[in-house]
């Protein structure tokens, strides 16, 4: 299966900080998803972005298919935005493999 | 449009007990997915149903099966419940054709004690 990396681990950032979360994967894809989990366990679109650049709000999104990369960018961070980032990819059109997720916290 | 939801969300249950999930996709989605979440593992994928048809599995011993009905709803069921079944069971659904986005229910939560 795909190997996907994601980086850093965990982040503490000072609310109104920008933070930059990385996701590294092993193969080529056709499907490549960035979620929040919420406290509750759901799992919230953000973002859905095999290549290119999307924005939405504070959030943007960068994905270089051709380097096997994609990057999450949150501007100005306020609290309600503490939890766990995960970077998801598919090339079967079928199955998501997941990174380890990037874990953040906003304190105020 | 209504989101997935997925009952019940928490259960408890006993070591040897079996255990049926159920998922019901956003009107109008064909594919089901499901995904265990673990603090040890992370999230794994289990199945994906298209069309009442598994379409591929996971690394998942024989006592994970789910099936998919003509509704597109899907049940998964874990026989011989062991302790470390207890998880955050996930489900998703997708359309077929265009964008292959796929949205996530709640979640179940079951404890095997």
């Known amino acids: 299966g795909i190997q996907v990396e994601q980086s850093p681990p965990d982040l503490i950032l000072q609310e109104g900080a920008n933070s930059t979360l990385r996701c590294n994967f092993s193969?080529?894809?056709?499907?490549l998803q960035w979620f929040h989990q919420n406290p509750w366990g759901q799992l919230i679109n953000l973002f859905y972005?095999?290549?290119g650049t999307k924005q939405n709000g504070r959030l943007s999104a960068t994905t270089v298919a051709t380097e096997r990369y994609s990057l999450l960018y949150i501007s100005s961070s306020q609290t309600t935005d503490s939890g766990v980032y995960f970077c998801?990819?598919?090339?079967?059109?079928?199955?998501?493999?997941f990174g380890t997720g990037t874990s953040l916290t906003v304190i105020p | 449009k209504a989101g997935v939801t997925q009952t019940p969300r928490y259960l408890i249950k006993t070591r040897g007990q079996q255990v049926t999930l159920s998922c019901s996709p956003i009107?109008?989605?064909?594919?089901v997915s499901w995904y265990q979440q673990t603090p040890g593992q992370g999230l794994q994928f289990l199945f994906e149903?298209?069309?009442?048809?598994?379409?591929n599995k996971g690394n998942f011993p024989g006592r994970f099966s789910g099936r998919q009905f003509s509704n597109s709803r899907s049940e998964m069921n874990v026989s011989t419940l062991e302790l470390g079944d207890s998880a955050l069971y996930l489900c998703?659904?997708?359309?077929?054709?265009?964008?292959?986005?796929?949205?996530f229910g709640p979640g179940t939560r079951l404890t095997v004690t």
């Open positions: 998801a990819v598919d090339n079967t059109g079928n199955q998501f493999y």
């Open positions: 009107s109008g989605h064909r594919s």
């Open positions: 193969d080529s894809v056709n499907n």
């Open positions: 149903y298209f069309s009442e048809t598994q379409r």
């Open positions: 998703a659904s997708s359309a077929t054709g265009g964008v292959p986005e796929q949205y």
């Open positions: 972005i095999p290549s």
